[in-house]
């Protein structure tokens, strides 16, 4: 069976496994490993879009918990407002899930429109360095501005709404995000099969040649980057309405860490990358978790060997190597 | 506000400089000399101040303890080169940023299995204890201590850089590995002793400054993040960048602390004004940073013209 093959079939089983497994728990009454899988998804959103950025554009940016972070703190001091009947900025709050994702996305999108105009002058160990900037800048922000709990993070009482479906119940809450995630892959594989993708790809590979055949290196990934903050803003919001809390340490450094940690784990620039990523993490820190309090160490020898011995991640290691990586 | 309490802001800004100097020289010739970003240098700092906190408690000696606190941190490091680092050097920074972030996990933990999850104390000692009048203010005897122990490793690190073969053999390795061990110096052994040097820092920093804070785990991201800020400032691979980069930081982000809330009060409500001025003043060395790479994009002393 030739790779590509082997990647659809294992994507098919991830995708099939991501819903299974919660629909056995929703029919066993098992609401905690729905709330598993809930993450799993909106870890997976958010490990897309940074796909997006680390996967297609090869832009490794290393303060994605920023967008994560402000997505989470819309979430939040939309529901703060519309349960205390206050309003910011002469706008009422709303506890309905869609406008406050249109909100997340357009505030994130604006964020990595400034960040991503900036940081592209810079390149390597520079865009690393000063995407971290820019996200601390964030962190010590909602860390000592008192208006909405500062360090103490923001409490959302009453989870927001969605038209149809009642997120107060794991299941459909698990429902609603995994729709999203299927979503956000579609839009991943379709931009990486369109001309945008080719583009980005190339860039990633040889930004002289492909500026030689016309490609502006800057205008492509200054798109790509600020659809990466988007998707990942928007996995932000979800993420705060699964905790119904949001507090700074949605955008320490170390939550940018994990969000790459997720790709690498999965396979970067792979479709799956992220949904596999996300299970593994999550799944290592419920299953060692519950052996010994020292779970993190064993993590970080997993990921030693990972990016020591197998650079692929697990669809690395399963499907074989990407086609054009 | 009076003079002498700005003073003594500025000198509190000058030493917390000199500590992320000793944290920074090191992360910057290991970047200058083998191109690798290492993440777990933080790890480094945290080993050395949770020996000197340990063996201070045991021998009720902190100079044993400081001792204690360099050899452990060089040893540390000298094996994570050995058996990691190592083979990071030909791979690309994504690698190297995780596979140095999976070190911290390590590390961290093992600090955590062996020491526990309790904060240890580490007691300034005797003979550096009160304080001293310095023309208008009673300034810390030990943070002086600090400024004085910042100032003469500086100038070590300057003569070992400048005027011994050891320092000929790292700046000839930043600028040229493959002629380097062409002419017969052993790059290996070169890169080791480099990275047990930086690391030697590391832990010095940590444990100097162990006394003036609680020694715990996760004790060593904070300054790991202002160190990068620094030799991002001061630009990657320069010592004289880091130096310049690490008082920059340490009295801009002293004083912005200290004057953002009061300048603010002038015309705010005051509780206002100390949240916003805080606020401010926490981001401040970050949009140094980001005004830096903006306008001069390889920092103010980029280390290969």
Known sequence: ?325 | MTLALVLEQLLNGVQFGLMLFLMSAGLTLVFGVMGLINLAHGSLYMIGAFLCAAVAGMTGNFWLGLMAGIAAAAAAGALIEIVVIRRLYTRDHLDQVLATFALILILSEGVRMIFGPFPLYLNVPDVLRGTVRLGIVDYSLYRLALIGFGLAVAVGLWALIAKTRLGIQIRAGESDREMIAALGVNIRALYTIVFALGAALAGLAGALVGAIQSVQVGMGEPVLILAFVVIVIGGIGSIKGAMVGALLVGVIDTMGRFLLPRLFATFMDTSQAMGVGAALASMLIYLLMALVLIFRPKGLFPAHG
């Open chain 1, 1 to 325: 069976m030739d790779s590509t093959r082997k990647e659809w079939l294992l994507n098919a089983l991830l995708a099939g496994a991501l819903f299974a497994v919660p629909l056995w728990a929703w029919m066993a009454s098992e609401p905690f490993i729905i709330t598993l899988a809930t993450r799993i998804a909106i870890l997976a959103i958010a490990g897309v879009g940074l796909n997006i950025a680390l996967g297609l554009g090869g832009m490794v940016s290393f303060g994605h918990a920023l967008y994560l972070g402000i997505g989470g703190y819309v979430a939040g001091i939309a529901a703060y407002h519309a349960f205390s009947g206050t309003t910011v900025l002469g706008l009422s709050g709303t506890n309905q899930m869609l406008p406050i994702w249109a909100m997340a996305m357009a505030l994130s999108g604006l964020i990595a429109g400034i960040v991503g105009a900036l940081s592209l002058r810079t390149s390597g160990i520079f865009f690393i360095m000063i995407t971290l900037a820019f996200a601390q800048m964030g962190f010590f922000f909602t860390l000592s501005w008192p208006a909405y709990g500062g360090e103490d993070g923001l409490p959302i009482f009453v989870r927001n709404q969605f038209p149809g479906l009642n997120t107060a119940r794991p299941w459909e809450l698990f429902i609603i995000a995994y729709g999203v995630l299927l979503a956000v892959l579609g839009l991943f594989a379709m931009l990486r099969a369109a001309r945008f993708g080719a583009a980005l790809m190339a860039i990633r590979q040889n930004p002289d040649r492909a500026a030689a055949i016309g490609i502006s290196p800057f205008g492509v990934k200054l798109v790509a980057f600020i659809l990466s903050g988007m998707i990942t803003g928007l996995a932000g919001a979800m993420m705060a309405d699964l905790t119904r809390f949001v507090s700074p340490a949605m955008m320490a450094w170390t939550m940018s860490g994990e969000l790459i940690v997720i790709i690498i784990l999965g396979g970067v620039g792979r479709l799956f990358g992220p949904v596999a990523g996300a299970a593994i993490l999550v799944g290592f820190e419920v299953f060692f978790g519950g052996l010994t309090e020292h779970w993190k160490l064993w993590l970080g020898l997993v990921l030693l060997a990972v990016v020591l011995f197998a650079r692929g991640g697990l669809i690395g290691l399963i499907a074989g190597r990407a086609q054009n990586g």
